[in-house]
């Protein structure tokens, strides 16, 4: 019986075979999926051949995933998924896994979605396996106990299964310490071609390549919409994160890094360590990460924009004090205001990211969170005011199934439509009311985004009739202005270099001096 964790290296033998399928997102702007790039890596070392399937890149539709399927014989077929697409579109990626699958194969789930309801998702999947939070170790003593190896799946941390119509789950196992000891992602295993070539951000010429990566997992923080997969935060170690830079870099010509961390600035050491290194060992290069205002003031900002930050993602939330409290944000408007200044001083762009329908709002605040929008917008993303939905796991989820709001994670599925509407209404406002201010707040952003970046307004007109014929006409297919959020509908490229340093002191050497 194995008591602990497998371990991540090249002293275990497992062999088999391995799929990970990565579904559609119905989208041409696909991100490289690192959670199964990071899991491949890891039973690649213990000599288990992986494979991916690609749907998102390819579109493959569920009847080309069961004829692939059909010809093949897998150990593990692996499935990774974040909630708001389950009912539309990978719950039936998930039927046709299981109707295709024999016996001698395990249909693995795992991610946020799984993660955030693990017993519903069982059910609705037909899954025989469900791995909560972080995969690398789990998924390797899943493929241990199918291969015959001396460990029982019931027993493996973190696994969750339905035996005799009963879940059973066994405890959460702790998360990998030393991030450091993970393998690269299997890069190799993906379409990089496609991968390195879909992304287009602001600030990006159309031949610069975008590819994420990740320096740190977790986050210090536990606002109250925000699930968290596993506790506390963990930073890899700088040199480690610069080395995989220079790999996507001179194997793929990446030179746009798009840093997927929740909470990419954690400590002035940190950050200030990890950019100095970028400026030291790599060629000029762009980089976009996400930060919190409480972790951003002039000595970071000149430092990210001295190593080559052009767009910071920011969680400003919301513009009233008294959401921001309940939302346990840990962070003031004063603050808000002063990140939005900085990095506008910086030359950074900014993600305005606020939501709203939070309990302590009203129309308001909504006003005032457009508003805030307007006054510090570089037009880096078409912004708009998004209901926010209470996504199973977080917080304001428990809140709403405690208020009989909803009576669990089946219910949210069955009224989940589009993360452009309402789903649970925490601050009492008729629902037509909410609506009608959306619209009219919806359509200024989005004419003011467009007159300012001297758009098509057709384009523009498409969206404020795509928000209409949501919020009156009941057309849940729209998706918001995120599929046009790629260069083309944004700021034009300011080649970086229009920052106004307002006398911030540059760096002797730094790439920016001659601006
Ligand atoms: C990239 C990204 C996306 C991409 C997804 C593509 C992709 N390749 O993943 C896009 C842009 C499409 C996207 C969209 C959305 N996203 Co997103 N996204 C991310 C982001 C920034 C990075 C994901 C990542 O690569 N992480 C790094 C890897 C190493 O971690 P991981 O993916 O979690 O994988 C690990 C585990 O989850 C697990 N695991 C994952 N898959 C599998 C599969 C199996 C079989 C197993 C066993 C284990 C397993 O093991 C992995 C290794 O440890 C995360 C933030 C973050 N840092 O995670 C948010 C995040 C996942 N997104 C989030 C949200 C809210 C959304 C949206 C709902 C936003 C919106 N309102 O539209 C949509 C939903 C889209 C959908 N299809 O459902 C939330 C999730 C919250 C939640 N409760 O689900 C996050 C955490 C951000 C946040 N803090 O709010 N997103
Ligand atoms: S919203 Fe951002 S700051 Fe808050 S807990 Fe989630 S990742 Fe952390």
């Not at 005799?164 to 991030?179: G, H, N, Q, S």
Request: proline share 5%; net charge negative; glycine share 8%.
């Amino acid at each position: 019986m194995i008591k602990s964790t497998a371990p991540i290296n090249d002293s275990l033998d497992v062999g088999g075979r391995v799929l990970f399928v990565i579904p559609d997102n119905y989208q041409d702007d696909n991100v490289f999926p690192l959670g199964p790039g990071y899991m491949a890596a890891c039973l690649r070392l213990a000599n288990v051949q992986v494979e991916a399937y690609c749907m998102d890149v390819f579109h493959h539709s569920n009847d080309d995933l069961a004829a692939f399927l059909e010809g093949e014989s897998y150990d593990l077929v692996c499935l990774g998924y974040m909630g708001p697409r389950f009912k539309r579109g990978v719950q039936e990626t998930c039927k046709t896994i299981r109707r295709v699958l024999g016996p001698e194969s395990w249909f693995v789930i795992g991610g946020y979605g799984p993660s955030s309801c693990p017993e519903f998702m069982l059910r609705e999947t037909g899954a025989d396996v469900l791995v909560m939070g972080e995969g690398e170790e789990t998924i390797l003593e899943v493929m241990m106990a199918k291969r015959g190896h001396d460990i029982k799946l019931e027993e493996i941390q973190s696994v969750v299964l339905i035996r005799d119509d009963e879940v059973v789950a066994a405890p959460r196992r702790r998360t990998i310490k030393y991030l450091n000891t993970l393998p690269m992602p299997a890069w190799d295993l993906f379409p990089m071609d496609s991968y390195t070539s879909s992304l287009k951000f602001a600030r990006m010429a159309d031949t610069d390549k975008a590819f994420p990566l990740i320096s740190t997992r977790g986050c210090t923080d536990k606002c109250s919409f925000c699930f968290r997969l596993d506790s506390g935060i963990r930073v890899r170690k700088p040199e480690q994160v610069v080395a995989e830079m220079k790999e996507l870099n001179t194997r793929w010509g990446v030179n746009y890094f798009y840093f997927v961390d929740e909470l990419a600035i954690v400590s002035r050491s940190q950050i200030l360590k990890l950019l100095a290194l970028i400026r030291e060992q790599l060629p000029p290069i762009k980089f976009r990460m996400d930060c919190r205002v409480t972790m951003f003031d002039d000595e970071i900002a000149v430092a990210l924009k001295d190593a080559g930050c052009v767009f910071l993602n920011i969680g400003f939330e919301t513009s009233s004090q008294e959401v921001l409290d309940q939302m346990n944000k840990r962070a003031t408007v004063e603050q808000n205001v002063a990140a939005a200044e900085t990095a506008r001083r910086a030359g950074i762009g900014i993600g305005i990211n606020m939501i709203w329908g939070m309990p302590g709002d009203s129309l308001d605040t909504m006003r005032r969170n457009a508003e805030f929008i307007k006054r510090f917008n570089q037009y880096d993303q078409i912004r708009t005011i998004r209901p926010i939905t209470p996504y199973p796991g977080s917080p304001l989820f428990n809140m709403a199934v405690q208020n009989g709001d909803l009576s669990g994670p089946e219910d949210f599925y069955d009224k989940f439509r589009n993360s452009d509407l309402y789903m649970v209404n925490f601050v009492g406002v008729p629902e037509t009311e909410i609506y009608q201010t959306l619209y009219e707040i919806n359509k200024d952003l989005i004419y003011d985004h467009f007159r300012n970046i001297d758009g098509d307004m057709e384009v523009a007109e498409g969206l404020v009739q795509g928000f209409h014929d949501l919020y009156f006409r009941g057309d849940t297919e729209f998706r918001g202005p995120r599929l046009l959020t790629t260069n083309k509908h944004v700021r034009a490229d300011s080649a970086t270099t229009q920052g106004i340093w307002d006398g911030l002191e540059l760096k002797e050497g730094s790439r920016l001096s001659g601006m």
